[in-house]
């Protein structure tokens, strides 16, 4: 077959990817199943039949349209199978005539590129069926595909794909806990007697509320702030013994909520324990906590786990020289990149999602890797 047929199959093929990829990208931060049920609108449940489930053609013939409920289809369904039918038709121009094989080993990495990117921009974590997942068959396919590590040794290519692993992973770790050395809390200056609310799964400042999960990632993580007032109900309860012949049961029963409070104490809230002034409670007692501050300090984290394990399956499909590029041309990227998104919504303290720049870096790479290191060389030399 002519060489630009293969090129067209790709694109279609890397089309047909990405509708299942945006399957991935809305199912599996939901925890759903990605087999059942079948494609379906979120809005009516209406089954979609197989003649309005065509890659690109669907979207733009009922323009973004459900064709049974007419309820409007998010334009990301578009971009990710656009975005990935021209990401496969890219692999195979560039390595299709040297390798098929890495062709479709490169569409298979950004495909997963893809997903995490999508996934982390939206809900800020990365599934560990993408990046465990990932490194694993990275590691598996760089024993059949050693051209993937510039080698024809297969056992060579897995000793480059595990260094690339250890390597992706223990310097993002570096670079999180250097981070968290150095951004690891952050400071919110409220109104004089503003108002601060503990509900059961977030914070609720003023102006914003916080989950618990993005304020506690570390078990040594605590929430500090000077209160003027604090108002709380805590949860009492009673053992009850009861005795059923030779058996005991013992049988916990709640009684009324105990009121307590405090005037100007320091309230610091962790994982385990919550502290007013003097007084320590464990968290899990608290029925119900308000307090009266003008200053709150929470603790952040600069990058999180999900980039670490996002790297260890970068290093597994490029080895420790992508890790490397990727980290430095992320940073790069993400400056320029994310500077410019925090300029655009004029929030300081928004959260900027970092596997797409890792992504692109990376992407970067794979496609420009050989001017890269002649340009390393000639640096080097010069």
């Not at 309820?71 to 990935?84: C, F």
């Not at 121009?93 to 990495?109: D, E, M, Q, T, Y």
């Not at 598996?140 to 056992?155: E, K, N």
């Not at 400042?205 to 605590?222: A, C, G, M, T």
Request: one cysteine or more; proline letters at 6%.
């Amino acid at each position: 077959m002519p060489f630009h047929f293969w090129s067209v199959c790709f694109l279609i093929f890397g089309a047909v990817v990405g509708s299942f990829l945006n399957v991935c990208i809305y199912r599996m931060p939901r925890g759903e199943s990605l087999v059942y049920p079948p494609s379906h609108c979120p809005r009516c449940n209406q089954r979609i039949r197989w003649y309005h489930n065509l890659p690109l053609i669907t979207w733009i013939s009922l323009r973004g349209r459900c064709a049974y409920c007419g309820a409007a289809i998010s334009p990301r369904y578009l971009a990710v199978e656009l975005l990935t039918g021209l990401a496969f038709l890219a692999c195979w121009l560039r390595f299709g005539l040297s390798s098929p094989a890495l062709a479709a080993v490169f569409a298979l990495l950004l495909a997963g590129f893809i997903v995490a990117a999508f996934i982390d921009l939206e809900h800020y974590f990365i599934p560990d069926e993408i990046t465990i997942g990932g490194a694993v068959a990275g590691f598996l396919i760089s024993f059949g595909v050693p051209l993937l590590h510039d080698t024809s040794q297969a056992a060579v290519a897995l000793r480059r794909s595990i260094v690339g692993i250890a390597a992706g992973a223990l310097v993002i770790l570096g670079v999180l806990q250097m981070a968290k050395w150095l951004f690891g809390r952050q400071v919110f200056r409220l109104p004089p007697n503003s108002r601060v609310v503990f509900h059961e799964n977030h914070l609720q400042l003023p102006d914003r509320s916080i989950p618990y999960e993005d304020i506690f990632f570390r078990k040594s993580d605590v929430l500090r702030m000077q209160a003027r007032q604090v108002r709380g109900l805590r949860r009492r309860f009673a053992l009850q013994v009861r005795r059923r012949g030779p058996r005991i049961r013992l049988r916990a029963r709640f009684l009324a909520p105990e009121r307590f409070g405090s005037e100007d104490a320091l309230l610091s809230l962790s994982r385990d324990r919550l502290s007013i002034g003097p007084l320590h409670y464990d968290p899990a007692d608290i029925q119900q906590l308000e307090a009266v501050a003008e200053v709150v300090v929470v603790p952040r984290e600069g990058m999180g786990l999900g980039d670490v394990k996002f790297m260890a399956a970068v290093g597994a499909f490029l080895g420790w020289p992508g890790v490397a590029f990727t980290l430095m041309a992320s940073s790069v990227l993400g400056t320029i990149l994310g500077g410019l998104t925090v300029l655009i919504r004029r929030d300081r303290s928004s959260r900027i999602p970092y596997v797409p720049y890792l992504a692109m870096a990376a992407t970067i790479w794979i496609f420009f890797r050989p001017d890269i290191m002649r340009l390393i060389r000639w640096w080097l030399g010069g």
